[in-house]
């Protein structure tokens, strides 16, 4: 096992490490909010499971940051990488308080849970590829904005160019026309 880290500063959730994911493996993050995890919680007091996903093999999943699940998963979830198993120890303030949870979970309990982060996925509706191409496509739009800014622009001066051209030509016209006039008289 890994050393301990205090996530709090105040002992109130404590990370194990019990094995490493492996390189380049991916955490949560806002593109990323949605978790699956294995998980077994035990009462720190007994060592008595409350909870476990492993008896029926089944994932648990909830959405970062939520408030769907105890403080202490919080905080301890997002320094946590695909394939990573840790050991969370979690104070009563970061879990379930005075309250507790019964009839499992008796009041101002501490908790261990060994936690598997088995996935890291986006929120419905979108995807890494859509978060992605979104970027993109905003990007893209404000290079043509930009280009078509520019085009109204050089338009605008062209336009302002020929109506020159044109006054100048009238004058030329006029004047040809009053320098015509002088020299006649009959």
Same mark, same amino acid.
């Given at each position: 096992?890994?050393?301990?880290?205090?996530?709090?500063?105040?002992?109130?959730?404590?990370?194990?490490?019990?094995?490493?994911?492996?390189?380049?493996?991916?955490?949560?993050?806002?593109?990323?909010?949605?978790?699956?995890?294995?998980?077994?919680?035990?009462?720190?007091?007994?060592?008595?499971?409350?909870?476990?996903?492993?008896?029926?093999?089944?994932?648990?999943?909830?959405?970062?940051?939520?408030g769907s699940?105890?403080?202490?998963?919080?905080?301890?979830?997002?320094?946590?990488?695909?394939?990573?198993?840790?050991?969370?120890?979690?104070?009563?303030?970061?879990?379930?308080?005075?309250?507790?949870?019964?009839?499992?979970?008796?009041?101002?309990?501490?908790?261990?849970?060994?936690?598997?982060?088995?996935?890291c996925k986006?929120?419905?509706?979108?995807?890494?590829?859509?978060?992605?191409?979104?970027?993109?496509?905003? @990007? =893209?739009? *404000? &290079?043509? !904005? %930009?280009? $078509?800014? +520019? #085009?109204? @622009? =050089?338009? *605008? &001066?062209? !336009? %302002?160019? $020929?109506? +020159? #051209?044109?006054?100048?030509?009238?004058?030329?016209?006029?004047?040809s026309k009053?320098?015509?006039?002088?020299?006649?008289?009959?």
């Open positions: 096992m890994g050393d301990s880290v205090d996530l709090t500063g105040d002992g109130g959730v404590i990370k194990t490490i019990i094995r490493n994911a492996k390189a380049g493996a991916l955490g949560p993050s806002e593109d990323l909010p949605l978790l699956d995890v294995h998980y077994e919680g035990t009462l720190a007091e007994s060592g008595v499971a409350f909870d476990t996903t492993h008896e029926d093999n089944t994932v648990f999943s909830f959405e970062l940051g939520k699940v105890i403080q202490a998963w919080d905080i301890a979830m997002r320094t946590m990488k695909v394939g990573e198993v840790a050991k969370i120890t979690c104070k009563p303030e970061y879990a379930y308080g005075s309250a507790g949870s019964p009839p499992d979970i008796p009041p101002d309990a501490t908790l261990i849970f060994e936690v598997e982060l088995v996935a986006p929120r419905k509706g979108s995807s890494m590829s859509s978060v992605s191409d979104d970027r993109a496509r905003l @990007e =893209e739009l *404000k &290079k043509q !904005r %930009e280009l $078509a800014a +520019a #085009a109204k @622009e =050089e338009e *605008k &001066k062209r !336009r %302002e160019e $020929a109506k +020159a #051209a044109a006054a100048a030509r009238m004058q030329a016209k006029l004047e009053k320098g015509k006039g002088k020299g006649k008289s009959k």
